[in-house]
């Protein structure tokens, strides 16, 4: 048995991600196996216990993760080519009405905020920002399986053939597609979920059979869905819910 880095296997844990974890272990908040670790970079076996002390675990409880409803016209990240980030839609007056829960907004709760996945300028709907390493890490991580659901209004004419290579069979980069769902909504709109998020997947999908993609909006990220939370506004993800 090969021993491997105590932050990659914290990460690996989800405890935390592997930024956090040589934090926690620079102020002495880690036990292996019941004794304290302060030494960055050791390496322990993966059979040996790791636990947070209550500081860390005090920490972990202050991150707040945010839904947010993403206007067209928004970057996810970094401002780019003279857009704005998502992030500055983030205030106390944008804050849902009817979000039932108990935390208060401050601007604390903007240092290390972070979407955990991307949603494109000329796309909309549920992005998720936090400041938690191990939300991001379950969103975006290499082994996520977490599934997202979309809703794109497409133009042009598609056949039986088409939609089944939107269901399985596309290649993008060189790269089979991994098996997605996709069906009509209605009849100029399809409903696509997916299990991996490559750049601007759909609308490259959407163009490989024939069609347009003129209009995109993300409904739902594993079991949290955007439900009525209205466009520009954001909710604290709830107690209890998870994706």
Sequence with gaps: MEKIRLSKRMSELGLCSRREA?????QGWVSVDGEPVTELGIKIFPNQTIT?????QARQQTRVTLLLNKPIGYVSGLP???????????NRESRWQEDRAPARFNHAQLKGLAPAGRLDIDSQGLLVLTQDGRIAKQ??????????EYLVRVQGSLSDHGLALLNHGLELDGQALKPAEVRWQNQ?????????GKKRQIRRMCELVGLKAIGLKRVRIGRVKLGALPEGQWRYLAEGEQF
């Design 22 to 26: 040589d934090s926690y272990i620079e």
């Design 80 to 90: 780019e080519d003279g857009h704005q980030p998502a992030i500055v839609l983030i």
């Design 139 to 148: 969103l975006i991580g290499e082994n996520s399986g977490i599934d997202k």
């Design 188 to 196: 100029d709109q399809l409903r696509f979920v997916l299990r991996e």
């Design 52 to 56: 947070l002390n209550k500081s860390a």
